[in-house]
């Protein structure tokens, strides 16, 4: 930075930020019951994580087999279709940089006995059957995931002012 500048050089979104990637993020009914919605979307925002996409949703059996589709024959199959239909759920879609990898590591394991405290699930679980959050695994998972939850239109891409200390 010049001795006269007094902000740092604004550059352009797409020279800010490589590897720019969406994901889908689920706070599964049993995070929405305990009043978890806040806290765990502020983890995101607060790591600087843009959200493109929100809403409140009430799972079908259908869908949710759609979403689950890979674990399909999985001995807690069942179990976990009638968990994500069991009450609403809020959908997200976040977007930043490497944010698939980012949030799944701030999910923390799926069994909550495995994951580090600091993470949602080693802050907030304790049972791998209701481990409260949902996050693409990869980017041919997200690709699968997001239009279940989301329609284009429903996806709203913003910069938002606090990208520029990003
Ligand atoms: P992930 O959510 O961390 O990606 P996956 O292996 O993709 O974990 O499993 C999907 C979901 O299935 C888990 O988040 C959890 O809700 C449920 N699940 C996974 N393993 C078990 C299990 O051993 N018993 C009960 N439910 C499980
Ligand atoms: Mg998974």
Redesign the pocket.
Known sequence: MSATQTQPNIKSRDQRFTNLQRTLVLI?PDAVQRGLVGQIVGRFEARGINLVGLKLVQLDAQKAAKL?E??VG????E??VS??TSGPIVALCLEGVDTITVV?KM?G???PSEAEPGTI?GDFAQ?????I???S?APESAARELPIFFSNEELVSHDPSYTFFL
């Open positions: 599964k689950y890979p674990h999985r001995p807690f199959y179990g976990l968990y994500m799944r999910m394991a799926t069994k699930r049972r791998v059957d209701f481990n959050v949902h996050g695994d």
